[in-house]
């Protein structure tokens, strides 16, 4: 017991220096739009526990009324950039919405497909970003068939899994400078996609979103792709400025 008991100590200051520094990590996917977003807590019942994640109300909240939900997954950057664009005043004023933006736990990543090219994703962290979409629709007046989800990198990978391993939740995905196996294609849901890929992206190949959507389409799915070039792994930058995206996912419902 005299053995056990410095390696319990030394285990228990382990997990408890996890969970402070995934809590307190400095980096945050909003970088200069905190002070539009409210940082929020949500309680998990899985190791770090403590999950942060960023929420913007539309302005003049009506809980009279009900609103589209926005899930915003970041990249390995941690930059949510359909954040920013969501948070100009302009888009608030035509797309009124409630945006949330989790931060996935420190070393886990949202999905990754199981091909031998990806590095497997240990406790894949796509499933707090759905219960946080649920607390947030559970608390305020969201419109339950309005809920999408978008990111960028490996929050593309994300935006894709998303619907496999919740297809009953959200109502469109915007992929971007993603992927995922065609392999999972059957598993998808029948909701709308539209999904961004830069030509040359050379830190992933633009081909797993091709062949993805390519599955989706023959299996009767909406699904779109735009094929950009000149942007590299930047693809978001095309995607977001596009005002006929907007248009065509605020207009999406189950």
């Known amino acids: 017991m005299r053995v056990l008991r410095p390696v319990f100590y030394f285990v228990f200051a382990l997990l408890l220096a996890l969970?402070?520094?995934?809590?307190?990590?400095?980096?945050?996917?909003?970088?200069?739009?905190?002070?539009?977003?409210?940082?929020?807590?949500?309680?998990s019942w899985g190791f770090p526990f403590l999950v942060r994640y960023y929420l913007l109300e539309p302005e003049d909240y009506d809980p009279d009324r009900?609103?589209?939900?926005?899930?915003?997954?970041?990249?390995?950057?941690?930059?949510?950039?359909?954040?920013?664009?969501?948070?100009?005043?302009?888009?608030?004023?035509?797309y009124p919405a409630f945006?949330?933006?989790p931060m996935a736990p420190v070393f886990r990543t949202w999905a990754l497909p199981n091909e031998p090219e990806f590095q497997e994703a240990w406790f894949p962290a796509i499933g707090l970003a759905a219960n946080i979409a649920t607390e947030v629709a559970d608390e305020f007046s969201i419109d339950p068939d309005r809920i999408y989800v978008t990111g960028t990198s490996t929050g593309g990978f994300g935006t894709f899994a998303a619907p496999i391993e919740f297809p009953d939740l959200f109502a469109a995905a915007v992929p971007i400078a993603g992927g995922w196996t065609t392999k999972d294609a059957d598993r998808f849901p029948d909701i709308a996609v539209w999904a961004w890929h830069d030509r040359d992206d050379d830190q992933v190949s633009a081909h797993y979103t091709r062949?993805?959507?390519?599955?989706?389409?023959?299996?009767?799915?909406?699904?779109?792709?735009?094929?950009?070039t000149g942007y590299g792994h930047g693809s978001w930058r095309a995607a977001y400025q596009d005002p006929a995206l907007w248009r065509w996912l605020f207009s999406q419902s189950r």
């Open 99 to 101: 945006v949330a933006v």
């Open 66 to 94: 009900d609103y589209p939900l926005v899930v915003v997954l970041h990249g390995a950057s941690k930059n949510a950039y359909a954040a920013y664009v969501l948070a100009d005043d302009r888009m608030r004023a035509d």
């Open 211 to 228: 062949d993805f959507v390519s599955k989706l389409r023959i299996n009767g799915v909406d699904a779109r792709y735009s094929e950009v």
């Open 19 to 43: 969970i402070a520094f995934n809590f307190f990590y400095p980096f945050t996917p909003i970088a200069d739009r905190t002070e539009t977003y409210d940082r929020r807590v949500y309680l």
